[in-house]
């Protein structure tokens, strides 16, 4: 057989049952792919894990001690039951096994093992139904090699029912002892500065190592692998566009007369980002910008402006938005911005797949002519009957609801367009640097002058479940007033199941609610005596896009007082009006969404009031994260504070970092200063050595991880 590599198929190597049941649930497929699936934590023998505190419903792997094993008929049907207590000292838990009357010979009292399966319960009894398990050896061999083996770590693996983590031991055990020569990414004046291993060390350091102290290291030297490479293609990529020629936008009249008619000046933020943007779109190559600001920041107008600048030429731009209300939102604010004199010249042009034919096959040839330079649509804008006379700017609206593989198909429409990316979901300095590392981020903070704001309350309907009636009074008091008010709602309908249905009174002082949709508030409401005269409407994602539209529209002429809708309306959506904003089941959301959420009220002069209605308990972490959103309006803290809550796993996500380019050990947070130095050093590399000719185990590592797909997924918005 040929040396084995990290490339090497796994079927050659572990067998194709196993190779087979790796890609089914793992989509491993090579040796590499296999030895990057580390050891989550690490036990040992003798080691017992509290049973105590397994979680119900989760499956886990655990160390523990056969206690008993009794066989008996079972009453309902024909056959035998084997109940094998497990224990640890402290707490016990069942195994069940049907039929399985041979495992009582191996599941003996004394015999300790790895036992993995999902935690059930029983008459108030912990239990694994058919779990997987394996012993250690037989008491005569343990006795034997104890004082070898008895502190020898065992790894347990992130692991499925048909692939237990003693089975990830063996086949990892199995591509190590075959692996012929590994790569080492890292440089050796890298490797002795930062006092790590060798790439072969490394991995066995954490799949097989003979005390605790090997794992660290080990642990140290993958995460600085991890780093190096991922910030190496980062800045390839960033290269790679620099090397591109892009046609060159000059400023001119449009931008004038445009800056000339705003009613207001710029914030110094939108100063500074908006001459940071007009010189890169004079610059040789394609623009990738992304900008980040709050929630009314303004960072259209950035873009709007970026715009004109291309229009000057008779180039077009193409802002895709993640869903119709928002895309036919956004057309509005733009012809509102440019006037009367400006929006004719320029035609902004809303394309999405919900208009009627005929108007669709219009938008798309004013597209297609270059009559329109300003084309503003959802996923329409990517399909293949949407062509551009001269694309010369792409934006993208809220980075985090699309797929790069959309991002390139509309870039791709164009000669190497400039790129401008927004999001009003502020990005961690390290996640920035770690994701977005191929693009250029600014940050608009500063807001415009003559905003109200708005004041955040958590009703907390555990405590104080009298609070939800008073949320509804206070709702119908600012209608009083002549504003108007969102109601924000999980779920177009409330699920079927587990609550047999609303209280029976909602409006009754201890009335808590069930889990609420858009459905059951506008019925709730139709009902309540202060809403009688009110005008109340719904708003969901399964409502044609006309009807959509129509409803959004009325609500920002002021036709609307109460809104009642899904998260539809968390982004783009600007009313002045609109002071109140109700969440219910506030901690189903995240922190970043419901601070979005929130941004819908206080844009104007009337100050804004959002209500975070939940029933999550003190001390949760659901509640912990309505209770965060609910003391600070900045965005930019608010952020960190998500990052801290959910772990950099949820932040980053696969769409934001690539399927397998996805991060394994490196976390952005703890491990900040490594990335900042392992940038640094891939920085030095690629100016010495750009086509990393002198480092062929850095390109290996690269072309491993990197694939040409996942190449691009690295730039992922």
């Known amino acids: 057989m040929s040396a084995v590599t990290l490339d090497s198929r796994l079927g050659g190597v572990v067998g194709d049952k196993t190779a087979k049941a790796l890609a089914r649930a793992f989509?491993?497929?090579?040796?590499?792919?296999?030895?990057?699936?580390?050891?989550?934590?690490?036990?040992?023998?003798?080691?017992?894990?509290?049973?105590?505190?397994?979680?119900?419903?989760?499956?886990?792997?655990?160390?523990?001690?056969?206690?008993?094993?009794?066989?008996?008929?079972?009453?309902?049907?024909?056959?035998?039951?084997?109940?094998?207590?497990?224990?640890?000292?402290?707490?016990?838990?069942?195994?069940?096994?049907?039929?399985?009357?041979?495992?009582?010979?191996?599941?003996?009292?004394?015999?300790?093992?790895?036992?993995?399966?999902?935690?059930?319960?029983?008459?108030?009894?912990?239990?694994?139904?058919?779990?997987?398990?394996?012993?250690?050896?037989d008491e005569t061999t343990a006795r034997m090699s104890a004082e070898i083996n008895q502190n020898v770590p065992i790894p347990i693996y992130p692991a499925t029912s048909t692939m237990a983590s003693w089975k990830f031991q063996k086949t990892i055990d199995l591509a190590l002892g075959a692996l012929g020569h590994v790569p080492d990414p890292i440089p050796d004046d890298v490797r002795e500065r930062e006092g790590l291993l060798d790439a072969r060390a490394a991995l066995e350091g954490i799949h097989r190592p003979i005390t605790m102290d090997d794992v660290e290291p080990a642990r140290r030297t993958l995460r600085t692998q991890e780093a190096l490479v991922l910030q190496t293609a980062l800045l390839q990529q960033r290269a790679f566009v620099r090397a591109m020629s892009a046609t060159t936008r000059r400023p001119g009249e449009l931008l004038e007369r445009f800056d000339a008619s705003l009613p207001f000046p710029r914030t110094p933020d939108q100063v500074t980002v908006g001459d940071r943007i007009a010189a890169d779109l004079e610059g040789d190559w394609p623009m990738q910008r992304l900008v980040q600001g709050e929630v009314g920041s303004g960072k259209t107008l950035v873009a709007l402006r970026a715009m004109l600048q291309v229009a000057q030429s008779g180039g077009q731009s193409a802002l895709i938005a993640p869903t119709e209300v928002l895309a036919a939102q956004h057309v509005r604010s733009i012809a509102?911005?440019?006037?009367?004199?400006?929006?004719?010249?320029?035609?902004?042009?809303?394309?999405?797949?919900?208009?009627?034919?005929?108007?669709?096959?219009?938008?798309?040839?004013?597209?297609?002519?270059?009559?329109?330079?300003?084309?503003?649509?959802?996923?329409?804008?990517?399909?293949?009957?949407?062509?551009?006379?001269?694309?010369?700017?792409?934006?993208?609206?809220?980075?985090?609801?699309?797929?790069?593989?959309?991002?390139?198909?509309?870039?791709?429409?164009?000669?190497?367009?400039?790129?401008?990316?927004?999001?009003?979901?502020?990005?961690?300095?390290?996640?920035?640097?770690?994701?977005?590392?191929?693009?250029?981020?600014?940050?608009?903070?500063?807001?415009?002058?003559?905003?109200?704001?708005?004041?955040?309350?958590?009703?907390?309907?555990?405590?104080?479940?009298?609070?939800?009636?008073?949320?509804?009074?206070?709702?119908?008091?600012?209608?009083?007033?002549?504003?108007?008010?969102?109601?924000?709602?999980?779920?177009?309908?409330?699920?079927?199941?587990?609550?047999?249905?609303?209280?029976?009174?909602?409006?009754?002082?201890?009335?808590?609610?069930?889990?609420?949709?858009?459905?059951?508030?506008?019925?709730?409401?139709?009902?309540?005596?202060?809403?009688?005269?009110?005008?109340?409407?719904?708003?969901?994602?399964?409502?044609?896009?006309?009807?959509?539209?129509?409803?959004?529209?009325?609500?920002?002429?002021?036709?609307?007082?109460?809104?009642?809708?899904?998260?539809?309306?968390?982004?783009?959506?600007?009313?002045p009006n609109a002071s109140a904003m109700v969440i219910l089941e506030a901690d189903r959301f995240g922190v970043s969404q419901l601070h979005q959420l929130r941004g819908r009220v206080g844009r104007g002069s009337v100050p804004g009031l959002c209500l975070l209605v939940t029933e999550a308990e003190v001390g949760t972490p659901a509640r912990a994260r309505v209770e965060a959103v609910a003391s600070t309006t900045d965005g930019f803290e608010l952020a960190e504070v998500d990052l801290e809550l959910r772990g950099e796993g949820d932040v980053l996500g696969a769409r934001q970092s690539g399927a397998r380019s996805s991060l394994r050990l490196l976390r952005v947070v703890k491990d900040a200063d490594l990335i900042t130095r392992a940038r640094a050093d891939a920085e030095a590399i690629l100016a010495a050595d750009p086509t990393l000719g002198k480092h062929p185990d850095l390109a290996e590592a690269l072309a491993r991880r990197v694939s040409a797909e996942e190449r691009a997924a690295l730039a992922r918005s």
């Not at 934590?41 to 094993?69: K, M, W």
């Not at 309908?493 to 009754?508: H, N, S």
């Not at 201890?510 to 009688?532: F, K």
Request: glycine share 10%; with cysteine; charged share 25%.
């Open 336 to 575: 509102r911005m440019l006037g009367p004199q400006l929006a004719p010249e320029l035609m902004p042009t809303l394309l999405t797949g919900q208009l009627p034919a005929a108007e669709r096959r219009k938008a798309a040839l004013r597209a297609a002519s270059g009559q329109s330079r300003i084309i503003v649509g959802t996923h329409a804008l990517l399909s293949e009957s949407t062509t551009f006379a001269d694309l010369g700017l792409v934006v993208i609206d809220e980075q985090h609801r699309f797929g790069v593989e959309q991002r390139e198909t509309l870039r791709a429409k164009g000669d190497s367009p400039h790129l401008l990316v927004l999001t009003a979901t502020p990005i961690p300095r390290t996640v920035a640097m770690t994701v977005f590392g191929d693009l250029d981020v600014s940050t608009i903070r500063t807001m415009p002058e003559g905003r109200a704001g708005v004041s955040s309350f958590v009703a907390p309907l555990a405590e104080k479940p009298g609070w939800f009636a008073r949320v509804w009074e206070r709702v119908a008091e600012e209608t009083a007033q002549g504003h108007q008010a969102f109601v924000v709602c999980p779920a177009i309908d409330a699920e079927k199941g587990g609550d047999e249905g609303l209280p029976p009174d909602p409006f009754l002082a201890d009335a808590a609610p069930t889990r609420w949709g858009v459905v059951q508030v506008a019925d709730m409401l139709s009902r309540h005596p202060a809403y009688q005269d009110l005008r109340v409407e719904t708003l969901h994602g399964k409502m044609p896009g006309e009807h959509k539209d129509a409803v959004m529209q009325a609500f920002a002429r002021g036709e609307i007082d109460v809104l009642i809708a899904t998260t539809v309306v968390e982004v783009g959506v600007d009313v």
């Open 27 to 137: 989509e491993m497929h090579t040796v590499g792919d296999l030895l990057a699936h580390y050891p989550r934590r690490y036990a040992r023998r003798g080691e017992l894990t509290p049973i105590s505190s397994l979680p119900i419903g989760e499956t886990v792997t655990i160390v523990a001690e056969v206690r008993s094993a009794s066989l008996r008929p079972m009453r309902q049907r024909r056959g035998s039951l084997l109940e094998v207590v497990i224990g640890d000292g402290e707490g016990t838990v069942t195994l069940t096994f049907f039929n399985q009357q041979w495992r009582q010979n191996e599941l003996r009292p004394g015999r300790q093992g790895i036992f993995s399966g999902k935690v059930g319960a029983f008459k108030g009894q912990k239990q694994f139904a058919h779990p997987d398990y394996e012993l250690f050896d």
